[in-house]
T-cell receptor, first 116, second 116 residues
Framework: AQSVTQPDIHITVSEGASLELRCNYS??????LFWYVQSPGQGLQLLLK??????LVQGIKGFEAEFKRSQSSFNLRKPSVHWSDAAEYFC??????????????FGQGTTLQVKP | DGGITQSPKYLFRKEGQNVTLSCEQN?????MYWYRQDPGQGLRLIYY???????QKGDIAEGYSVSREKKESFPLTVTSAQKNPTAFYLC???????????????FGAGSRLTVL
């Protein structure tokens, strides 16, 4: 089945440590890819997106993500985590050939906890 | 500033009652969406509308209804037919995107519905 998977439900890192959140998708063609962040009780904010071109994309708040076609992955990274990064992170895909609907398919989310 | 306003922020409902969640946007976006969020399940699409007076069912439309009489407004009614309505509901609208076919969603802050 076509889907997007975030293997890690919960991750804890120390402040200042590096971070990598995993995202895998299963579509025949490369979808458009997104990472969103959600603070508790709030809506989702777009961190970054990949449509085509350079496979390393830069986003807001110091985040970046790398698209790897061979691994069907779009992992999110940050070199040094700040306490304010504690939130829930969602990977999302726009399935191929669905641009006319605008539908996004979301992963289950990864909750990030930051230790002082 | 432009954005999406959802109200109420918190809503309590007795079993058997219909409730309506409001979503208003001043972004001049054509397409609007309702997602439901449950812990550990990510976001699931309920309904979406690409133009005024037109809307389509998403993946979990049963027990919900919508209307789109104005471009700015896309209210969601949770009916008594929805068996498990307690959830966090997110409204979004679509910016067409600078890249052809790409869908960038802007989200509201959400409404939390609790059935007593």
């Amino acid at each position: 089945a076509q889907s997007v998977t975030q293997p890690d439900i919960h991750i804890t890192v120390s402040e200042g440590a590096s971070l990598e959140l995993r995202c895998n998708y299963s579509y025949g063609a490369t979808p458009y890819l997104f990472w969103y962040v959600q603070s508790p009780g709030q809506g989702l904010q777009l961190l970054l997106k990949y449509f085509s071109g350079d496979t390393l994309v830069q986003g807001i708040k110091g985040f970046e993500a790398e698209f790897k076609r061979s691994q069907s992955s779009f992992n999110l990274r940050k070199p040094s985590v700040h306490w304010s990064d504690a939130a829930e992170y969602f990977c999302a895909v726009q399935p191929p050939f669905s641009s006319n609907t605008g539908k996004l398919i979301f992963g289950q989310g990864t909750t990030l906890q930051v230790k002082p | 500033d432009g954005g999406i306003t959802q109200s109420p922020k918190y809503l309590f409902r007795k079993e058997g009652q219909n409730v309506t969640l409001s979503c208003e946007q001043n972004l001049n976006h054509d397409a609007m969406y309702w997602y439901r969020q449950d812990p550990g399940q990510g976001l699931r699409l309920i309904y979406y509308s690409q133009i005024v007076n037109d809307f389509q069912k998403g993946d979990i439309a049963e027990g919900y209804s919508v209307s789109r009489e104005k471009k700015e407004s896309f209210p969601l009614t949770v009916t008594s037919a929805q068996k498990n309505p307690t959830a966090f509901y997110l409204c979004a609208s679509r910016y067409p995107g600078l890249d052809s076919g790409a869908n960038v969603l802007t989200f509201g802050a959400g409404s939390r519905l609790t059935v007593l």
